[in-house]
C-alpha cells in the first residue's frame, strides 16, 4: 500500500498524519494559511518530508465551505422558482433568534432583487396543475446573469414529488448557464420542507464556486509538487469522495471539521473494544459532542447552521456547546457565579495568554489550580504571572463569594462542568440511552483535562484519551471511508405501503451510490450500503431512525422495528395510531483499507516502568481532597504495561489529561489512555 | 446562608435540566403539530406547597411564564387523597388557565409520602369541541361555546389512566383518534421529569434542594430588581387597541400606566374597556402573564421562578376586559390580548427606557383554521395557519420580517406539509411590501399568502388582529402595515370581514381563495432620519416604492436607476422639518447618517421650544374652528387629535417627555371619547392641555419622574375625570 496522508484544516493549525509506504507515521502541524487554506496544506506536506508525488492518496479535511458560510464571503446566487414564492427563503419559518427579546437580524443566502419566479406549480401529489413554459426559463435566467449571479438554484415545490420541472429548467440551464455551478434543489436533497430544502440548495449554490477554485488551486498546487493520485475530500456524513465530483454536492463538505473527529473517535473505539462513545471535543469558545452506537456515529438530517440556516442533508450529528477554554466566569446582579456562554475567544483571550485578557476564564482556572503546568504561562509572547492570574480570580470571583482564590478556581470548575454535563446529556443521554454502556471519547487540546470530572457526573464509567488527541481530526481523514447518501421522500401509512415501491426505491439508492463511487475512481476494498427508515406515527411531526435491512425489508418489520425503537426512546406505546413511513436513506459506502492504529503510539520512547516516565511532581487541585503532590507522567514515556491510580497528570505535545483521585489509568494496545472512573454519588441515569 | 454558592448554581442548573428534559420528551414525541412543530407548550417545576413557580424549560412558550403557577395553585386547592402516579388535567380559563385549548397535566411529586413539589405541563390541544374546529371561535359569547371545560380532575389514578374520563373527553372534541398520542407525550414528559428531580433530591438531599429553591428564588428577585434601577422613579403611560372583540365593531382599549417607586413597579389598567360581550377578554392569569413576558422581552437574561416576578405588582383590574370572569368567552386572550398588552408595557416604557425598547411587534398570531371535508380522501380535516408578521424597529437596527408572535416561539407549518394533509393549494406566500413602518429604524415586514380551496366545501374562521390600526411605531416612527383579510369567492365576490381581523364559519368551496396580509413592525424614531443608502436598499429589494421612499423617508433618487439624489433628498428633508439652526456647517447627508442623526436630534430638541408653541397654537386654532363649523367636526376634531398625535411622538424624541405625555393624553381622550362629548367638557380639555403645554415651554419642565410634571398632569387627568363625571 502507497502512502496516505489525512490532513485537516482547523482554525489555528493544520494537521497532517501521514502513513508511509512502510508503515511509519509522520506528524505535522503547521499554522493554517486563513484566506488561502492550500498554502499551509502544502506546508504540512512539505513538513512530513514527503514529496507530494510519492503519496498515493491525500484525504483532505477543509472548512472551505463553513467558513465561507459564516462569513458570508459565498458567491452571488440566483434563484428561479415557483411563481408566488421566491420569498420563502427571506420569510422563513416566522421565528426569532431568541426565544425572548423582539430584536434580531437576517440575511437570506439569495438577495431579493436576484430570486426570479416562473409560472409553473406541481402539487403534492406530483401531479402538473401548471406546466412549465421553456421560453420563460429561459428568459429569467439571461435576467438573472445580467443582474450578475454566478451560480444558480433552481427550486420548485412539491419537486422532491416529482422533480419533472426542476429538470427541465435544469436542461435549459445547461445550455443557457454561462457556467457549472447548477444546483437542482431535489438534486440536493429529495425531502418535502420547502424552506429547509431551498435553504440546503442555496447554500450548495452558495458554496459551490467558492469549492471550485479553492480545490483548483490546491489541485494545481499539488500536480506541481508532482501529485498525480487521489485527492478526497472529507464531508459532513463523515464520509469523504473523489475531489473531482465533491463540488456538486459542496453543501455535503459544510461541517465537516467535527465529522471527521467523530469518525476517528469510532474507527478508534472499535479498534479498542468500544463500540458505543460519547465524544467530547472542547476548544476555544466551544465544546462538540457526539454520539456513537455500535461504531456508527449518529448521522442527523437537521443541522442549523446558525439562526435559520438549517442544512438538512444527512451530516454526523453533533451538538455545539457553548463552554470551551476561553468561556468568562463572571458574578451576575443576584450573586451567582455564571460560566460562559460568553467567551474571551482568541482576543484578548484567557488571562494566561498575556493578550491583554483580565477576565477569569476556565482556562486560566485550571493553571490557577496547577492542572495545567505553570511553566506553559512562560511560553507566550507577554508572560502573565500566576500570581497575577490567581489575584483576578480572587478579586471578580472569590471576593463576591466569600471564597479564596483556590476557592473561586475551583467552582469555576465545577459549575463549567456541571454546565457542560447538563449539555452533555441533553444532546445524548436524555434521547433514551443508558450511560454505563458508554465511554467518553475525549479530545481536542481541552478535552482530557475535563473528561474525568464529566464522566463522573455523567455516570459514565470510562474515558478514552486517544494516542493523539490534538490531531484526532486529521486522524479521521485517514480512516474515513468513501461515503453518499441519498433520502427520498415516502410519506406513506406502513399499512398502505406499496413494498415493491419501497423496495424499487432502495434499489434505486443503491445503484446511485454504486455508480457514483465508480464514477470517482477510488482504490476501496469492498462496497457496503446502510438503510434507514425515517418513521413517525400518523400526524407527528418529529421522525425516529430506525435502521432496515435493505430492499427487501419487509412491512411487518418496519413496524415492530419502529415500535422498538419508539419505546426505547420515550416509554410509549401506542397501538392506537398507525405507523408512516416518512423517508428512505442509504449510505453507499465505498470501504477504504484502515491503517493500523497501533502506528499512531510508537514505542520509540517508551520507559520500562512508571517511575521513569514521570516527568516531575507539582501540586495540583482536585475536587476530592484539595490540593496533593501529583506526579506529572509524560505520555511518550509512559510504558505499555503501565497501570497506575490517581492523582496524575499526563502530559503530551497536543494535550493535558487530568487524572482524578480514585481513578483508575491503563494503556491499551493502541496506546489509548484508558480512565476508569467512578460515577459521582446520585449521578445519573 | 448556609447553603454555599456553588452547590447553589449546581441546583440552580440541575432544576433547569430537569425541565428541559421534560420539554424534549414532550416536543419529540407530541402528536399535535401546534405542539411538537410549533412548540405551543411548556413544562414546569412548582413549589410542593403553593405552587409558586421553582423552574421552567428553555423551550417552554413565552405566554405560559407564570401561568401555570395559578393553574398548580388552583390544582392544590381542590386536590384530596393524592398517591404517587395520580395526574390531574385541567384546562378551566377562570382556574390561572388561559384559553381552553391550553390542557394542563399537573402531578404531585412525593418525597418520603409528601408531596415536595409539583410538575406540570401545558399542551395546546387542536380541538377541545366547541362552536368551530380549532376552538377559536370569534363570535363565541359564553364560554360554554368555546369548548370542553375541565375543572382539576384526575385523568391517572396512581399510575393509571381512568378510561371513564378518557371517554368523556374523547366523545367531546374533534379528531378525537390522535389525542390519545398527545396525552400520553404529555404524561410521559411528567413522568422523565419525575425521574430527573428524584436523582437530583437523591444527590443533594430534600432538605439542600427546598433550600436552594427559597434562595434561587430571592436571588431572582434581586436579579429583577436591579434591572429594575436603571428604569426613572415616575409613571409611564402607553396604551394598545384590540380591533374588535369579534362581536361588537368597536375598538378594545388597553390604558398601561407604569408606576416605577421604591424600585419596583405596578402596573394599572384600570382606565382600559369593560368586559366585551365576544371572546377577547382575558383571565387575570393571562393578563398577568402577558405582563411578566413583556418584561423578560425587555430584559431577555432574567432567569424565571417565582422570585423573578415579586418586584412587579399587576393591580387586578376589574371591571375590564383584561379581568374575565365566568362566563365570558376567553378564546383570543392567549393568542390576541395578550400581546396586545405586552405592546401597552412596550408603549408605557418606550420613555423610561428608549434605548432598550423597541417599536411595537407584529403582535398577532394570525390564526386561521379552515374545516371541511375532503371527498377524494373520505375524511374531514381541520385546518391550521398560522402566520408572522415583521418585527419593530429598535435602537439596534430595522424589524426582523416575520417574526412569530410576541407570546409564541412556533415555526409555521411548511406549505408543502399543509398541501399534502389539506386539499388547499398555496398560491403565493410573499413578503408583504410596504409593510414595515417607517422610521429611522424601520419595521420588519409581514406576509401575504393566498390559498385556493381545491375539493369538497369547508368553512373558515379567524382570529387576528392589528386590522384598524397598525403596530405602533415609536418615538416618531410610523405604525406598521394593518393585517387584511379578503375572500376573492370564485364566481368573483370579494368579501372582507366587518371586523376585519376577526371572522367565523365564512362558507367556502373549491376555487374560493382566503387572501391574507399580516402587519409589519412598527417604525423607531423619525423616518426622516434614516440613511437614505439604507432607503435605496429596500427600494432596490422592492420593499418599498420609490414613491413611498419619497413619501415616507424624504429620500430623491436620480431618475435612472437606485441612485440617492443627494441635493434633492436634503432639500426634500429640510422642507419637511423646520431647519435646525446648528446643523448649517454640517455637509453631505450621505456622511455617517448615525452621528449626524444624533446631532440633528439634540439641535431640535433645543430648538424645540418654537415647534411646540407652534402644535400649541394650531390645536387652539382648530379649536376655534370646531366650534365655528358644527358641521365640520368630526375632521376638525380628528385634525386636533394629529396634533396631539404628533406630540406624543416628537416629546420623547427630543427629549421632551413631557410633552409627549400631554400630547398622549390628549390623543387618547380623542381617541376613544372625542365623538361623545359634549361641547362645553371637550372644550375645557382641549384647552387645559394646550395651558399646559405653555407652562412645560414656561417653567422647562423636561423631567418626567418631577413634582412639577407629576402635578401638571394629575392637574390634567383631573379634568378629564371631571369631565367624564359630568357626561
Known amino acids: 500500500m502507497g502512502a496516505i496522508a489525512g490532513i485537516d484544516v482547523g482554525g489555528t493549525f493544520t494537521d497532517l498524519i501521514l502513513v508511509d509506504a512502510e508503515g511509519q507515521v509522520r506528524i505535522a502541524k503547521v499554522l493554517t494559511t486563513v484566506d488561502n487554506q492550500a498554502g499551509g496544506v502544502m506546508a504540512a506536506i512539505a513538513e512530513s518530508g514527503l514529496a507530494p508525488a510519492a503519496i498515493d492518496t491525500i484525504v483532505h479535511g477543509t472548512t472551505t465551505t463553513t467558513n465561507a458560510l459564516l462569513e458570508r464571503k459565498i458567491a452571488k446566487v440566483g434563484l ?79 419537486a422532491y414529488a416529482n422533480p419533472a420541472h426542476e429538470r427541465k429548467a435544469a436542461e435549459i440551464a445547461d445550455r443557457h448557464w454561462p457556467n457549472e455551478h447548477i444546483t437542482m434543489a431535489s438534486g440536493v436533497l429529495s425531502e418535502y420542507r420547502e424552506y429547509e430544502r431551498g435553504v440546503t440548495a442555496a447554500v450548495n449554490a452558495a458554496v459551490q464556486p467558492v469549492l471550485r477554485r479553492y480545490l483548483g488551486r490546491l489541485a494545481d498546487e499539488l500536480a506541481a509538487g508532482g ?160 500570581e497575577r492570574v490567581r489575584e483576578i480570580v480572587l478579586r471578580t470571583v472569590g471576593a463576591p463569594l466569600g471564597l479564596d482564590a483556590d476557592g473561586a478556581a475551583a467552582a469555576i470548575l465545577r459549575i463549567a462542568n456541571d454546565r457542560m454535563a447538563g449539555a452533555i446529556r441533553m444532546v445524548s443521554l436524555a434521547r433514551g440511552h443508558d450511560p454505563r454502556d458508554f465511554a467518553l471519547f475525549a479530545f481536542g487540546g481541552a478535552g482530557p483535562l475535563h473528561a474525568a470530572a464529566l464522566a463522573r457526573e455523567l455516570g459514565i464509567p470510562t474515558v478514552l484519551v486517544p494516542a493523539r488527541p490534538g490531531l484526532t481530526n486529521a486522524l479521521g481523514c485517514l480512516v474515513a471511508d468513501l461515503r453518499h447518501d441519498f433520502v427520498n421522500t415516502v410519506n406513506r401509512p406502513v399499512a398502505g405501503l406499496d413494498m415493491a415501491e419501497v423496495a424499487r426505491i432502495v434499489s434505486g439508492q443503491i445503484a446511485a451510490g454504486r455508480e457514483l463511487i465508480e464514477r470517482e475512481g477510488v482504490a476501496i476494498e469492498r462496497l457496503e450500503y446502510l438503510h434507514f427508515a425515517d418513521m413517525q406515527f400518523m400526524g407527528q411531526s418529529h421522525l425516529l431512525t430506525i435502521p432496515i435491512s435493505g430492499p427487501a425489508v419487509t412491512r411487518e418489520a418496519l413496524q415492530g422495528d419502529f415500535e422498538r425503537a419508539y419505546w426505547e426512546r420515550f416509554q410509549v406505546e401506542l397501538p392506537e395510531i398507525r405507523a408512516v413511513l416518512v423517508n428512505l436513506h442509504t449510505a453507499a459506502i465505498g470501504r477504504r483499507r484502515p491503517p493500523d492504529l497501533a502506528l499512531l503510539a510508537p514505542d520509540r520512547e517508551r520507559k520500562p516502568d512508571l517511575a521513569q516516565a514521570m516527568r516531575g511532581r507539582r501540586q495540583v487541585w482536585f475536587e476530592q481532597g484539595g490540593w496533593q503532590d501529583t506526579p506529572i507522567y509524560r505520555r511518550d514515556w509512559l510504558p505499555r504495561a503501565a497501570r497506575f491510580e490517581g492523582p496524575a497528570i499526563v502530559e503530551q505535545l497536543d494535550s493535558t489529561v487530568a487524572i482524578e483521585p480514585g481513578n483508575r489509568a491503563a494503556l491499551d494496545r493502541l496506546g489509548n489512555l484508558i480512565l476508569t472512573v467512578q460515577p459521582a454519588e446520585g449521578a445519573a441515569p | 446562608m448556609s447553603l454555599d454558592p456553588i452547590t447553589l448554581t449546581v441546583l440552580h442548573n440541575g432544576l433547569q435540566q430537569v425541565c ?129 371545560r375541565l375543572p382539576p380532575v384526575k385523568l391517572y389514578k396512581a399510575g393509571r389512566m381512568d378510561p371513564e374520563i378518557l371517554s368523556i373527553i374523547l366523545s367531546n372534541i ?39 429553591i427559597a434562595e434561587l428564588r430571592r436571588r431572582a428577585a434581586r436579579l429583577m430588581r436591579a434591572k429594575l434601577a436603571t428604569i426613572p422613579d415616575g409613571r409611564y403611560t402607553g396604551e394598545a387597541f384590540v380591533d374588535s372583540d369579534g362581536v361588537v365593531d368597536a375598538p378594545l382599549k388597553i390604558a398601561m400606566a407604569v408606576t416605577k417607586q421604591q424600585g419596583e413597579l405596578w402596573f394599572d389598567m384600570s382606565g382600559s374597556s369593560p368586559p366585551c360581550r365576544g371572546p377577547m377578554n382575558s383571565v387575570i392569569a393571562t393578563t398577568r402573564s402577558s405582563i411578566y413576558l413583556a418584561m423578560k422581552h425587555i430584559f431577555p437574561d432574567l432567569p424565571i421562578n417565582a422570585g423573578t416576578f415579586e418586584p412587579l405588582h399587576v393591580i387586578e383590574p376589574k371591571g375590564t376586559f383584561l379581568y374575565a370572569e365566568y362566563p365570558r368567552p376567553v378564546s383570543g386572550c392567549a393568542a390576541e390580548v395578550s400581546q396586545r398588552i405586552a405592546e401597552a408595557v412596550f408603549a408605557a416604557l418606550t420613555e423610561a427606557m428608549p434605548d432598550r425598547l423597541f417599536a411595537a411587534p407584529a403582535g398577532t398570531s394570525g390564526n386561521l383554521a379552515v374545516g371541511g371535508g375532503d371527498p377524494d380522501k373520505g375524511r374531514s380535516y381541520v385546518m391550521y395557519v398560522i402566520s408572522g408578521g415583521g418585527y419593530g424597529g429598535s435602537p439596534a437596527g430595522d424589524g426582523l420580517s416575520n417574526g412569530c408572535s410576541t407570546i409564541g416561539i412556533s415555526k409555521t407549518t411548511p406549505i408543502e406539509v399543509l398541501e399534502q394533509r389539506y386539499p388547499v393549494l398555496f398560491e403565493e406566500y410573499a413578503l408583504h411590501e410596504g409593510s414595515g413602518g417607517a422610521g429611522r429604524f424601520r419595521g420588519g415586514f409581514g406576509v401575504n399568502y393566498r390559498i385556493r380551496m381545491r375539493r369538497g366545501e369547508a368553512v373558515a374562521s379567524m382570529v387576528m388582529d392589528h386590522g384598524r390600526e397598525g403596530p405602533l411605531g415609536a418615538l416618531g416612527g410610523r405604525n406598521g402595515g394593518v393585517n387584511k383579510v379578503a375572500i376573492e369567492f370564485a364566481d368573483g365576490r370579494v368579501y372582507r370581514p366587518e371586523h376585519k381581523s376577526k371572522d367565523q364559519d365564512i362558507s367556502i368551496g373549491p376555487g374560493d381563495v382566503i387572501a391574507v396580509s399580516t402587519p409589519g413592525g412598527g417604525g423607531y424614531g423619525d423616518p426622516l432620519l434614516r440613511d437614505p443608502q439604507a432607503v435605496a436598499e429596500d427600494v432596490r429589494r422592492g420593499y418599498y416604492s420609490r414613491r413611498q421612499a419619497r413619501a415616507l423617508f424624504g429620500v430623491a433618487f436620480r431618475p435612472r436607476g437606485i441612485s440617492v439624489d443627494v441635493a434633492a433628498t436634503q432639500a426634500l428633508r429640510k422642507k419637511r422639518k423646520t431647519p435646525p439652526k446648528r446643523t448649517a456647517g454640517q455637509q453631505s447627508y450621505i456622511e455617517r447618517a448615525l452621528a449626524r442623526a444624533e446631532a440633528v436630534v439634540d439641535a431640535m430638541a433645543a430648538d424645540f421650544a418654537p415647534t411646540v408653541a407652534a402644535y400649541g397654537a394650531k390645536i387652539e386654532q382648530t379649536l376655534t374652528a370646531w366650534r365655528a363649523e358644527p358641521g365640520a367636526r368630526a375632521a376638525r376634531l380628528g385634525e386636533i387629535r394629529r396634533y396631539a398625535h404628533d406630540l406624543k411622538g416628537l416629546g420623547p424624541t427630543f427629549k421632551q417627555p413631557v410633552i409627549g405625555a400631554i400630547g398622549a393624553s390628549l390623543n387618547s381622550l380623542i381617541l376613544t371619547s372625542g365623538q361623545r362629548l359634549d361641547e362645553r367638557p371637550l372644550v375645557r380639555i382641549v384647552e387645559a392641555h394646550c395651558a399646559a403645554l405653555d407652562r412645560v415651554l414656561a417653567d422647562g419642565i423636561k423631567d418626567l419622574g418631577s413634582k412639577e410634571a407629576r402635578a401638571l398632569l394629575g392637574r390634567l387627568e383631573a379634568v378629564i375625570a371631571e369631565a367624564a363625571a359630568a357626561e
Open chain 1, 80 to 158: 428561479l422558482t415557483t411563481k408566488g414564492f421566491r420569498d420563502v427563503l427571506e420569510l422563513g419559518r416566522r421565528t426569532r433568534p431568541t426565544s425572548y427579546g423582539l430584536t434580531g437580524r437576517f440575511v437570506p443566502l439569495i438577495d431579493r432583487p436576484l430570486r426570479l419566479e416562473v409560472a409553473e406549480r406541481i402539487d403534492a401529489e406530483g401531479r402538473v396543475v401548471t406546466p412549465l413554459d421553456p421560453a420563460e426559463v429561459k428568459a429569467q435566467l439571461e435576467r438573472l446573469v445580467k443582474a450578475g449571479a454566478e451560480s444558480l438554484v433552481i427550486h420548485f415545490l412539491h
Open chain 1, 227 to 386: 501529485h498525480r493520485r487521489d485527492l478526497l475530500v472529507m464531508q459532513g456524513n463523515g464520509g469523504t469522495v473523489s475531489a473531482r465530483i465533491v463540488a456538486e454536492s459542496a453543501v455535503n463538505t459544510v461541517m465537516s471539521g467535527p465529522a471527521s473527529g467523530v469518525i476517528a473517535a469510532a474507527a478508534t473505539g472499535l479498534a479498542s473494544g468500544h463500540p458505543n462513545l460519547i465524544t467530547y471535543d472542547m476548544g476555544g469558545t466551544s465544546s462538540d459532542v457526539g454520539l456513537i452506537r455500535d461504531g456508527v456515529p449518529a448521522v442527523s438530517s437537521e443541522l442549523e447552521l446558525e439562526y435559520a440556516m438549517p442544512i438538512h442533508v444527512p451530516m454526523v450529528d453533533m451538538h455545539s456547546i457553548g463552554a470551551g477554554g476561553g468561556s468568562i466566569a463572571a458574578i451576575d446582579d443576584g450573586g451567582m457565579l455564571r460560566v460562559g456562554p460568553q467567551s474571551a475567544g482568541a482576543r484578548p483571550g484567557p488571562i494566561c495568554y498575556g493578550r491583554g485578557g483580565e477576565r477569569p476564564t476556565i482556562t486560566d482556572a485550571n493553571l490557577a489550580l496547577g492542572r495545567l503546568d505553570p511553566a506553559g504561562l512562560l511560553k507566550v509572547d507577554n508572560p502573565v504571572p500566576l
Open chain 2, 20 to 148: 428541559n428534559e421534560m420539554d424534549l420528551a414532550f416536543v419529540r414525541s407530541a402528536f399535535s403539530p401546534v405542539i411538537a412543530e410549533t412548540l405551543d407548550r411548556s413544562d414546569g417545576i412548582y413549589a410542593g406547597a403553593d405552587g409558586a413557580l421553582v423552574a421552567q424549560g428553555d423551550l417552554g412558550l413565552p405566554v405560559f411564564v407564570g401561568t401555570m403557577q395559578d393553574s398548580t395553585k388552583a390544582v392544590i386547592a381542590r386536590a384530596k387523597d393524592l398517591a404517587p402516579g395520580d395526574v390531574f388535567i385541567v384546562n378551566d380559563p377562570y382556574l390561572g388557565g388561559t384559553h381552553l385549548m391550553d390542557v394542563r397535566f399537573v402531578k404531585p411529586f412525593f418525597h418520603d409520602g409528601k408531596v415536595f413539589a409539583w410538575l406540570a405541563n401545558t399542551g395546546h390541544w387542536p380541538d377541545v369541541g366547541g362552536m368551530v374546529p380549532g376552538g377559536f371561535s370569534a363570535r363565541a359569547v359564553e364560554v360554554e361555546q368555546e369548548g370542553l
Open chain 2, 174 to 212: 374533534r379528531i378525537a383518534d390522535q389525542r390519545i398520542g398527545d396525552i400520553k407525550a404529555q404524561a410521559a414528559a411528567l413522568a422523565v421529569g419525575e425521574k430527573r428531580l428524584a436523582a437530583l433530591i437523591a444527590r443533594y438531599g430534600a432538605g439542600t434542594v427546598a433550600e436552594g
